[in-house]
């Protein structure tokens, strides 16, 4: 949320194109979607009004499959912004999920995309509280509303009485425990960018050098 995954997402994508990789950009409210298992759902943005977590979980994974077998038959190289830590994973854990259950499915969907040899590219800030202000102050009262009624109406939020913008800093300092223990658990080629600093150059930066990238623009 507000992380600058998606403006990462096409900048690899353009860095790609640019050296002649061909490149295929997936943002995270493209529609449809090759992995989000949310699209199948009438209730998408509450899928806990008709699915359970072990059902989503196994839906995504499934989609997750077939995307990977699509990926080796094909010659463009993906890039996905917020699929492995947020999207249903973000949705596991807004349904309650176990820990154990969100790990399991985190460890699936590594094991299928492995021999895609991807590399993963976690945005996080030390500050969860001060990152999730500052989203909100740039993006509004309109948006600060509607991530509050989407994401604390989920089971997770509310049998914690979370509200109010202080319940979704809340939801987010403890869902990021959550994404670092899986992250440090991966066994992937991966790369953590502290970014609440801004200095986007620096980290396009680094992201082209363990691309092999590293002679292409980095202007943002």
């Not at 800093?169 to 403890?174: A, E, G, R, T, V």
């Not at 960018?193 to 980290?203: A, K, L, P, Q």
Request: aromatic share 10%.
């Amino acid at each position: 949320m507000g992380s600058g995954k998606s403006t990462t997402m096409r900048f690899i994508a353009k860095a790609l194109e640019d050296a002649n990789q061909p490149a295929l950009a997936i943002h995270e409210r493209s529609d449809p979607h090759p992995v989000r298992a949310t699209d199948a759902l009438q209730n998408w943005f509450e899928p806990w009004l008709e699915s359970t977590a072990a059902q989503l979980a196994a839906r995504a994974i499934s989609r997750w499959r077939l995307f990977a077998d699509e990926v080796r038959l094909g010659t463009s190289i993906p890039v996905l912004d917020g699929q492995l830590f947020h999207g249903d994973l973000t949705n596991l854990f807004l349904m309650e999920a176990s820990f154990d259950e969100i790990a399991a499915y985190c460890e699936s969907l590594a094991q299928l995309i492995a021999p895609l040899h991807p590399l993963i590219v976690y945005l996080r800030q030390d500050d969860v509280e001060r990152a999730v202000r500052t989203v909100c102050a740039e993006r509004g009262e309109a948006w600060v509303k509607y991530q509050v009624e989407w994401k604390l109406k989920g089971p997770y939020a509310v049998r914690r009485n979370l509200v109010g913008l202080e319940g979704l800093i809340s939801l987010y300092q403890d869902y990021r425990q959550t994404t670092d223990t899986l992250f440090e658990r991966l066994n992937l080629e991966k790369m953590v960018i502290e970014n609440s600093g801004r200095d986007w150059v620096r980290y396009n930066c680094q992201v082209l050098e363990r691309l092999g990238l590293s002679n292409a623009s980095v202007a943002k």
